[in-house]
Nanobody
Framework: QVQLVESGGGLVQAGGSLRLSCAAS????????MAWFRQPPGKEREFIAA????????TSADSVMGRFTISRDNAKNTVYLQMNSLKLDDTAVYFC???WGDGVLVRDGYDYWGQGTQVTVSS
């Protein structure tokens, strides 16, 4: 089992950048595929990006491709989401999630979730 804690959210102006972090507990972090999701106000949660257990492969939603980058540091048990060129529509609660790595990146079916961190983009 793994426990996840997100950090790095906050208020940022449109066009700005933020880097979210997700710290994981446990000694098997490097065995888990990791992902970021977000839930805008009044909307359903949506997939943002995912990365394999070894960092060798990533995938991103079309809405953030070219602006957001997922990465991980297995030595620090941490996954990151670098967010650039932020837009008003990026305002949401951002969650990280984990699933046991099987070599196939997926956009759903994650088993473990953090509590989320709020990102607010202002004009």
């Amino acid at each position: 089992q793994v426990q996840l804690v997100e950090s790095g959210g906050g208020l940022v102006q449109a066009g700005g950048s933020l880097r979210l972090s997700c710290a994981a507990s446990g000694r098997t972090f490097s065995s888990y595929d990791m992902a970021w999701f977000r839930q805008p106000p009044g909307k359903e949660r949506e997939f943002i990006a995912a990365i394999t257990w070894d960092g060798g492969s990533t995938t991103s939603a079309d809405s953030v491709m070219g602006r957001f980058t997922i990465s991980r540091d297995n030595a620090k048990n941490t996954v990151y989401l670098q967010m650039n060129s932020l837009k008003l529509d990026d305002t949401a609660v951002y969650f990280c999630a984990a699933r046991w790595g099987d070599g196939v990146l997926v956009r759903d079916g994650y088993d473990y979730w953090g509590q989320g961190t709020q990102v607010t983009v202002s004009s």
